[in-house]
């Protein structure tokens, strides 16, 4: 009878990370890392991950982690080359991206940097590390902390570079008609 009455311990929630080897710094590392930082990790959630050759290959990969693997969310993290190729062919993996969304009724953040975001390869690699760790992070507050980004709403906050900062209606010059 008391095995009947121990209370069942719940299921820890996944978060996945998909990364590509295109990129030319490791996102997937950067956001492991950062969800390793947070509280929890291991007991009240687990990370699971996929390496996909480029962005191109994210969504589905994204979907598998939801439908066969069980992920709460996801975090898809690619690089977009320079070329106008490259930015068509990002636009279409992010419209991928929002289908398995759709499909799935569940959360994939997509983080991308493209390649000419920054011309010093210093500035870069901290764009690279930097959005991945705070999409990593907006992942579980997602899940665990959503009062976090409720806390954030409206003050501008970037990932990758300096924050934009709120508006007030002090800073802005239109007119209501």
């Known amino acids: ?16 990370v998909v990364d590509t080897m295109f990129a030319r710094f490791d ?4 956001a492991r890392a950062e969800l390793q930082d947070c509280p929890g990790h291991g007991e009240t959630f687990v990370t699971i991950s996929r390496t996909v050759p480029g962005f191109k290959d994210l969504a589905v990969a994204a979907k598998n982690l939801i439908e066969k693997d069980g992920c709460d969310i996801v975090v898809a993290l690619g690089m977009p080359g320079s ?17 398995a969304q759709l499909l799935t009724s569940t959360p994939i953040l997509e983080v991308f940097v493209h390649e000419d975001e ?3 390869p210093v500035v870069l690699a901290s764009v690279f590390d930097q959005r991945s760790r705070k999409h990593a992070r907006n ?16 003050q501008g906050v970037r990932q990758g570079f300096e924050d934009a900062g709120p508006l007030s ?3 802005t010059t239109a007119t209501a008609d």
């Not at 009878?1 to 996945?16: C, D, L, S, T, V």
């Not at 996102?27 to 950067?30: E, L, N, V």
């Not at 070329?83 to 289908?99: R, S, W």
């Open 139 to 154: 992942a579980y507050w997602m899940l665990f902390e959503p009062e976090q980004l409720s806390r954030r709403a409206g």
């Open 83 to 99: 070329a106008p190729i490259d930015k068509q062919c990002a636009h279409e993996a992010a419209q991928g991206i929002m289908l």
């Open 169 to 171: 209606p002090s800073t």
């Open 1 to 16: 009878m008391a095995e009947k009455n121990k209370k069942k311990k719940p299921r820890a929630k996944k978060i996945g």
């Open 27 to 30: 996102m997937g590392g950067a």
């Open 118 to 120: 920054a011309s010093d």
